[in-house]
């Protein structure tokens, strides 16, 4: 049997040199000769989601896969994995028990997930149109050809699929109030413009299944009557872009596309339109302004972009994630798509888990999934088994949630019943030493500089909450401060014309409410408990910790630390800039924080 060596090259894995892989492993095959060429086929996939330990290799049907491959690894793996059958040791995973793991269904970070959206991701070229169509693409869009729309519609519906972008909308309610509307043309849209900072789901499935996300557009488009479909995809995201032209391209050439859909009759042209640059632009209506050529801004919601939306016309919007479900949906029915997850919230999520955990990359999960799963057991928990702190979910609009709601399930409701949100499904793991003051100040600057400033609270109302985060952490805070904060941000929250503007003060009110006493050690001591606002912190050495290693005096930048080797050291806090690379380089937990006692001006 033909053995298929699959290459992740994603951009995760793209950045780590797995092209220079590709070229080594085909290279090794030619070496390798005639009996080599005959057995193995090397094929380019999407990302595989355990983005830190790419490039990733697979080597099938043995289901071997590798981590961290190199190119100078290509003739052993052809050699010994596609020649002889047997795995390479030293590229296996190893799991916490120091046990080597061939496949990936063994590894901890897949083993707990549940795939739907990011099924094929992994297991086929996107570039070619005829791995999708082998394992059942299309099949979706055939079936849905000869339903009605209104039989698509109620599939859809049943699954209860909600929006994946952020709001969590019903999808199946979406199309039908679309499909109600006579006025014709309309439109069909797919929002990739992800700009959440950490967040890279939607990159993933765009340049790993273009043809899933081409095919859910397609039912979208059949179910309420359009004829004409845009992809609006972030203008950052080149491979992204690349294969979904790619993938319209070869569907057209099939006759999946165009003039008569599957030879229906039906007509449907899709096109790209590359991001404006902007995080606003991620927004339905700013989104559509800009696909229309005009500055993207968004209008107030009175009328619906499923009544109006491009051109005044009827419009289907639905998240990269969303149009990836429909599939499945239409394949197996609306109810066995139910099944999974909660009443409220089915299906699974897909989620880019981030940050100070020690297993980071993509995971697909059933929604209701708890947090503690998520970041422990799919996650590996914190890197260096420090204290866990918080979780911050949903993007720059996302809240942080705390240690003592871990056990809490991720979906859309009971998130937003806390504060917080799911969102598009970032999420940023902090460990004890993040400081909840300059998180929530570093997503109010971010916001600050993405609102596009068309209505008065959010233009105004941000650029006064971050003047105040900034003297916070700067030591210039004072009494007052939280509640002037608090008021501001309940009013975004009530006043604001979209969406960016109502959650934004959500990392502020959050981090107020569950870490309050971080905020009040800033402003009433002049201390920054995590030691990364510097205007508030000094460092120091425990004499007793310290065993004279001397890592912390070699890594600082200033020459700020003394003492000889084997003895302890001291740190002079008329050189030291508080930078940190002290704490970081100590493997004995020696480096302790202290407050310098600013006083505001």
């Keep these: 049997m033909r053995k298929t060596v699959l290459i992740c090259c994603g951009t995760g894995c793209r950045a780590n040199g797995s092209m220079a892989v590709v070229d080594a492993i085909r290279e090794a095959i030619r070496e390798t000769g005639a009996a080599a060429d005959a ?60 046990e080597r793991v061939r496949s990936q269904e063994e590894n901890p970070f897949y083993a707990q997930q549940k795939k739907i959206a990011l099924s094929a991701i992994g297991q086929i070229d996107p570039e070619n149109i005829e791995d999708y169509i082998e394992i059942g693409g299309y099949e979706a869009l055939k079936k849905a050809l000869a339903m009605t729309p209104d039989e698509i519609i109620s599939e859809v519906e049943k699954s209860n699929l909600r929006g994946r972008g952020g709001a969590g909308f019903p999808t199946g309610r979406k199309w039908r109030t679309a499909a109600g509307y006579d006025n014709y043309p309309k439109y069909v849209v797919c929002n990739g413009d992800e700009g959440d900072p950490g967040a890279f789901m939607d990159r993933s499935v765009l340049e790993g299944d273009p043809h899933a996300v081409i095919e859910g557009l397609a039912i979208a488009a059949l179910a309420i009557g359009a004829e004409e479909g845009f992809f609006y995809i972030r203008d950052e995201y080149d491979l992204a872009v690349k294969h979904i032209k790619r993938a319209i391209e070869d569907a057209k050439a099939r006759g999946i596309l165009g003039d008569s859909v599957m030879g229906s009759g039906h007509k449907l042209n899709l096109s790209v339109v590359r991001g404006g640059g902007a995080f606003i632009c991620g927004e339905s209506t700013a989104l559509m302004a800009s696909i229309e050529g005009r500055v993207g801004e968004p209008r107030a919601k009175y009328i619906r972009s499923v009544q109006r939306g491009l051109w005044n016309q009827p419009t289907v919007l639905n998240n990269v994630e969303t149009l990836a479900n429909i599939p499945y949906i239409i394949n197996n029915g609306g109810e066995a798509f139910a099944k999974i997850g909660t009443k409220g919230s089915s299906g699974t999520k897909v989620f880019a888990l981030v940050g100070k955990v020690k297993r980071t990359g993509l995971v697909e999960v059933p929604m ?57 499904g970032g999420m940023i793991v902090m460990d004890d030493r993040s400081c909840m003051v300059e998180v929530a100040r570093y997503y109010t600057q971010f916001l600050c500089e993405e609102s596009c400033g068309k209505c008065t609270p959010c233009r105004e109302g941000l650029r006064r909450m971050l003047e105040i985060l900034t003297d916070i952490c700067e030591g210039r805070g004072r009494e007052g401060d939280l509640e002037l904060l608090e008021r501001i941000g309940h009013t975004l929250q009530d006043s604001s014309l979209c969406s960016l503007g109502k959650s934004a003060p959500n990392p502020v009110l959050t981090t107020i409410k569950y870490f309050r006493s971080e905020y009040e050690a800033h402003i009433r001591e002049k201390r920054c408990p995590a030691g990364v606002c510097r205007s508030l912190t000094s460092f120091g050495i425990n004499k007793e910790k310290c065993i004279g290693c001397d890592l912390c005096a070699k890594g600082c930048p200033v020459r700020a630390i003394s003492g000889g080797k084997k003895e302890p050291h001291e740190i002079d806090p008329g050189i030291c800039i508080a930078c940190g690379s002290c704490r970081e380089a100590c493997r004995f ?13």
């Design 368 to 424: 209701g999934t708890t947090l503690r799963h998520l970041i422990y057991d799919i996650g590996g928990g914190i890197i260096g088994d420090r204290p866990f702190k918080a979780v911050q979910t949903g993007g720059p609009s996302g809240g942080c949630i705390p240690e003592s709601m871990l056990d809490l399930e991720v979906d859309f409701d009971t998130l937003s019943s806390y504060g917080a949100m799911m969102g598009s």
């Design 39 to 98: 057995v193995a086929q090397v094929k380019t996939t999407g990302c595989n989601g355990f983005c830190e330990n790419g490039p990733i290799v697979k080597v099938m049907p043995d289901n071997i896969t590798y981590y961290k491959v190199k190119p100078k690894d290509a003739g052993e793996i052809i050699e010994k994995t596609v020649m002889a059958g047997e795995p390479v040791s030293r590229l296996l995973y190893k799991n916490e028990a120091g």
């Design 589 to 601: 937990d020696a480096v302790i924080t202290l407050g310098k006692g600013a006083a505001r001006e």
